[in-house]
């Protein structure tokens, strides 16, 4: 079995959402004094890898915490979309097997490095496109980039996916993963009512 780490490397260096920044860590001993190493971190929900819940954009929406995390380990269609522009596409998404239980989307943005500025022009998920998603009856949609959307009123790409239960998986690194078929494996930091939590995301290939 081959393990793919698909988890954005976590450093202050990292690429925050609009170049906010995203991690802090302070060292509060350090072994030459101390003779022991301690660290605090300070972490964006939102950083590198993490995964949306319902009460990003819902009032009265589930946190983190409450997803099943049956829902978040299992069959995954890694969907080649890197000829798509300026969007993933309704029409893609209408070509795509509904017999997988999450989907990721590899697309250009992959080819950006993790700690290079933000880019306000990724490429993101149409409504038109998470709409159709919506109702295949998936359990998670993946995307490899800080957002799954910009720049749209009322941001109807995530409340498309999240009025449905379906978990966004934000901040993922595909370059090195072909398209295809693989086991996903998705934990979200279990903190108790969050709105989002920084996950470790791996992929598993027999």
């Keep these: 079995m081959k393990i793919i780490d698909v988890s954005w490397p976590l450093s202050p ?20 004094i101390d003779g022991v190493r301690e660290s605090s971190v ?14 990003h954009f819902i009032a009265d929406g589930s946190s983190v915490d409450d997803y099943q995390l049956s829902r978040l380990i ?3 269609l890694v969907v080649d979309a890197t000829h798509e522009f300026p969007a993933i596409s309704a029409a893609l998404c209408a070509r795509l097997p509904d017999t997988h239980q999450m989907i990721f989307f590899k697309t250009r943005n992959s ?27 998936i359990t998670a949609v993946g995307i490899d ?18 009025e449905k239960g379906i978990a966004i998986i934000e901040g993922l690194r595909l370059s090195h993963v072909n398209p295809g078929v693989y086991t996903a494996i998705c934990l979200p930091l279990a903190v108790i009512g969050l709105e989002a939590a920084p996950a470790r995301v791996v992929l598993l290939e027999k």
């Design 111 to 137: 080819n950006r490095s993790s700690t290079e500025r933000f880019d306000p022009e990724f490429i993101f998920l149409e409504a038109e496109a998470a709409a159709l998603l919506a109702e295949r009856g």
């Design 13 to 32: 260096d990292m690429t925050g959402y609009k170049d906010r920044t995203s991690l802090v860590i302070n060292q509060r001993k350090q072994f030459e």
């Design 145 to 162: 980039y800080l957002g799954i959307e910009r720049g749209q009123q009322g941001h109807p790409t995530h409340r498309a996916l999240l």
């Design 74 to 76: 299992g069959s995954v």
């Design 42 to 55: 300070t972490i964006d929900s939102h950083a590198g890898t993490h995964i949306d819940a319902p009460s």
